[in-house]
């Protein structure tokens, strides 16, 4: 059973999701020998573009927020998965710890670590939720918009040399972070021997790049397309990096303004291949981004040469107030999907290697 989105259709089947339903048979066991030699993440969330003419991954994230925005339809799916992922990890599981981010007050968030609480709950696990914040003492309950409750409690360090991490008379087999560790690995999280956490450390933003990521992702686009006799293009966002830069100080323009250039230049060739007659764009995105700081559209490398301060200020910054000194430049998918006439991409969510749901 696999959630379908409710996008619309406005004419015939395109050519591109034709080669998909034509051939999901050769898809799925593709993949399937894809899983065997590789182990999914314990849970993801993707967002797409779908151009008509080509369909991509333009962002992926390890530490999944958004549950909360699931249709309550794919629940099963979810427990099921989380239920198959937690036995390949830890079969004899009982205690599973949840660390969110460090929110009190965005509702919309806290949702989310209810919901994903629940799913957890109804896989047979005891689950609690641990929390980072060092003004959370003791157990602290919060009332959420939708009626919810949610029970945050200090984290601490148990057994002989405080090698595991848990709560107050909770001693879990499985620590499931919920934080994408932009500023750092928190003391509490570090040297741990003896429990399973996932997503890895290595995982978090203060070590992963986005621009690793699609390097990787496009061996992974270029074996799919062989596979199914496709222009990988088709499928992979093309993408450059600059490794230098400072916003406030105007340092590595040239270098952002080059690979701009280049990047639109290459894909400008595709359009004229493809015959199609929009006009490219570019995204520049912080490298080591998330919350969608740090972000902006191009069309033409001029556009990053003599940025305003207003603009500057907003690329130069993310999460947590870190400076961007990396960006990857990349290929800019329009889209077809709509929500009240505004712009919209869907966001696929995955749990092991199964689609669990979208919005």
Known sequence: MVPHLKTALTGPLLELEKRF?????????????????????????????????KLAPVDTNLFPGGFNNLNPAFLPLCVQAAMS???????????????????????????????????????????????????????????????????LEPLKRLGEGGRRLGLDGFDPCMVLLNNDLSGGVPELLQGLHEQFVLPPLHAGWHVRRKSAHFAAYQDVANAFAGHLDIDPWLINPDFAVCGKINFHERTGEECLAANVDTLLYRMRQKYQEYGITEKPFVIVKADAGTYGMGIMTVYDAAEVKGLSRRQRNKMAVVKEGLQVTEVMIQEGVPTYDTVDEGTAEPVVYMIDRYVVGGF
């Open 21 to 53: 339903l034509d051939n999901d048979t050769v898809i799925e066991q593709w993949l399937r020998g894809a899983w065997l030699e590789h182990t999914p993440p314990f849970y993801a969330s993707v967002d797409l573009r779908n151009a008509g003419f």
């Open 85 to 151: 992922a937690v036995e390949k990890i830890c079969p004899e599981a009982k205690n599973l710890l949840l660390v969110p981010e460090n929110h009190t007050r965005n509702q919309f968030y806290l949702q989310n670590v209810a919901r994903l609480a629940n799913i957890l709950h109804y896989t047979g696990l005891n689950v609690r939720i641990g929390s980072l914040l060092p003004e959370i003492t003791a157990p602290t309950t919060l009332d959420l918009p939708d009626g919810q409750k949610l029970t």
